[in-house]
Nanobody, 128 residues
Framework: QRQLVESGGGLVQAGGSLRLSCVVS????????VGWFRQAPGKEREGVSC????????NYADSVKGRFSISRDNAKNTAYLQMNNLQPEDTGVYYC?????????????????????WGQGTQVTVSS
């Protein structure tokens, strides 16, 4: 059974940092494209970042460029999202997702419909 489990969310003040983790089981993450999405209350789910397989190319939403960094530890079958200089507008539920579609994450993060496997999400709240 393919499963993704996020952790690392929490409450942080503006300017602070968090590192989200996404532990994968049931498939080998390094063979998939992996993405992070977020959803704020009353808003649509938006792509934040992705890591492409096999070139390890990364893409970021304009709103997080220079502040967020996506990575993957193949030995641990885990993806990460390092988030620095967090701002109140970064508040939301963060989800990791994976897809075997090789065209996804080639030039941008992609839409949520292009990802096949999802975690349950972790809440990130940034106070001003």
């Amino acid at each position: 059974q393919r499963q993704l489990v996020e952790s690392g969310g929490g409450l942080v003040q503006a300017g602070g940092s968090l590192r989200l983790s996404c532990v994968v089981s049931g498939f080998t993450l390094e063979h998939y494209n992996v993405g992070w999405f977020r959803q704020a209350p009353g808003k649509e789910r938006e792509g934040v970042s992705c890591l492409n397989h096999p070139r390890d190319r990364t893409n970021y939403a304009d709103s997080v460029k220079g502040r967020f960094s996506i990575s993957r530890d193949n030995a641990k079958n885990t993806a990460y999202l390092q988030m620095n200089n967090l701002q109140p507008e970064d508040t939301g539920v963060y989800y990791c997702a994976a897809t075997y579609r090789d065209y996804v994450c080639s030039t941008y993060v992609g839409s949520s419909g292009e990802y096949d496997y999802w975690g349950q999400g972790t809440q990130v709240t940034v106070s001003s």
